[in-house]
C-alpha cells in the first residue's frame, strides 16, 4: 500500500535534481491543459459537473469527521475503501449547492488550468470554424504533447540523480506510434465527456479509472488502445478512493496558487502535481505487472 506521503517526497526529490526543467514541461503542459475540452470551451453541463467535482474534493477528510455524517455512512464505502457510485452522489450532492458561487468558475481556472481562459476567449472571438480549426490543434498537437510531458515526469522521477531531457515532451511526433497515441487519448476523452453528460457521477469515476492512460501510453505508445484501457482499469482498481484523497492533498497548495495570482503554481505546485502523479504510476506500475492471464508484463 503506497502512502501519500513516500510519494510526495520521492517528487520533491526528483524536482530538486531538475528543477527547471520541471517548471518549463509544467509551464508547457499547463498551455496543453486548456485545450482539452472539445471545441475549445466546455458546455455548461460539462463546466457545472466539472466544477461541482473539484469543489467536492474539500469534503474529502468528512469520512474520518462527525461535522460530515453522510460520508461516515460505511454503504458509501465498498470492500476495497473505495466510494460507491451512491458515495459519490453523496459528495456531489453537498457539493452541487456550490455550483452558483460565482467565484467557483475562477476558482477552477486558477488552480487546474488557468489557460483555458485563453482558449475560451480565442473561441469565442473567432467563431465555430475557428473552435474546429482550435479542437484539431488539441487533438492533433497539444494532447500529444501532454503524453510527453507524463514521459518527461516518468523519467525524471526513475532517474532522479540524472537531468532529463526536454525532448520527451515531443516523444509523440518522433514516434510511429502517433496515431494509436491520438486515437487513444481521444477516445479517452470522449468516453468520459458522454459519461459525464449522461450521468455527472460516472463520469467522476471514469475520468479515475483512466488516470493512467495517458502515462501508459507515454511508455508503451504501441499498446492498442483496448489494452490500455484495460491496464489503466486494472491499475486503478482500489486505488480511486486513495486517488481522490491524494487530489485533496494539493488543496492548500492549490489555494497558495491563488493567492499568488498562479505564481506559486508555475514555480512549483504544478510542477510538483506532475512529479507527484509519475510517482504514483511508477508505484502501481510496480505492484501490477499482469502476469498471469494470459496478458503480457511491463516491457520496463
Known amino acids: 500500500m503506497w502512502k501519500r506521503s513516500d510519494l510526495k517526497r520521492n517528487a520533491k526529490a526528483a524536482l530538486k535534481a531538475n528543477y527547471l526543467k520541471c517548471m518549463l514541461a509544467g509551464i508547457i503542459l499547463l498551455f496543453a491543459a486548456g485545450s482539452q475540452t472539445i471545441g475549445g470551451s466546455s458546455t455548461s453541463t460539462v463546466q457545472d459537473a466539472s466544477d461541482a467535482y473539484y469543489q467536492s474534493l474539500a469534503f474529502m477528510d468528512g469520512t474520518q469527521s462527525s461535522e460530515n455524517p453522510v460520508l461516515n455512512d460505511t454503504l458509501y464505502l465498498n470492500t476495497d475503501g473505495e466510494l460507491t457510485p451512491d458515495g459519490y452522489q453523496a459528495i456531489y450532492a453537498q457539493a452541487e449547492g456550490l455550483i452558483q458561487d460565482p467565484s467557483l468558475r475562477m476558482l477552477r481556472r ?3 488550468g488557468p489557460m483555458q481562459v485563453i482558449w ?7 467563431g465555430g470554424a475557428a473552435s474546429l480549426l482550435l479542437m484539431l490543434l ?18 525524471n522521477a526513475r532517474h532522479k540523480n540524472e537531468q532529463t531531457g526536454l525532448n520527451h515532451l515531443t516523444m509523440a511526433f518522433k514516434d510511429r506510434n502517433y496515431m494509436n497515441i491520438v486515437l487513444t487519448v481521444l477516445c479517452r476523452d470522449i468516453f468520459v465527456l458522454l459519461w459525464s453528460l449522461l450521468l455527472f457521477i460516472p463520469g467522476i469515476i471514469k475520468s479515475y479509472e483512466y ?23 486494472e491499475m486503478m482498481s482500489g486505488e480511486k478512493w486513495n486517488a481522490f484523497k491524494l487530489d485533496w492533498s494539493f488543496f492548500f497548495w492549490d489555494y497558495l496558487s491563488i493567492l499568488t495570482f498562479g505564481l506559486a503554481g508555475i514555480f512549483f505546485v504544478y510542477p510538483y502535481e506532475h512529479a507527484t502523479n509519475a510517482e504514483l504510476y511508477l508505484r502501481l506500475k510496480g505492484d501490477h505487472t499482469w502476469n498471469a492471464d494470459g496478458y503480457r508484463t511491463w516491457d520496463n
Do not use: N, Q, T, W
Open 120 to 126: 475560451d476567449s480565442i473561441s469565442g472571438f473567432l
Open 138 to 155: 488539441g487533438i492533433l498537437v497539444l494532447d500529444p504533447i501532454g503524453i510527453g510531458g507524463c514521459k518527461f515526469f516518468i523519467e
Open 211 to 233: 488516470r493512467m492512460v495517458p502515462y501508459i501510453l507515454a511508455e508503451h505508445p504501441e499498446m492498442p488502445r483496448r489494452e490500455v484501457f484495460l491496464k489503466s482499469r
Open 110 to 112: 486558477f488552480v487546474m
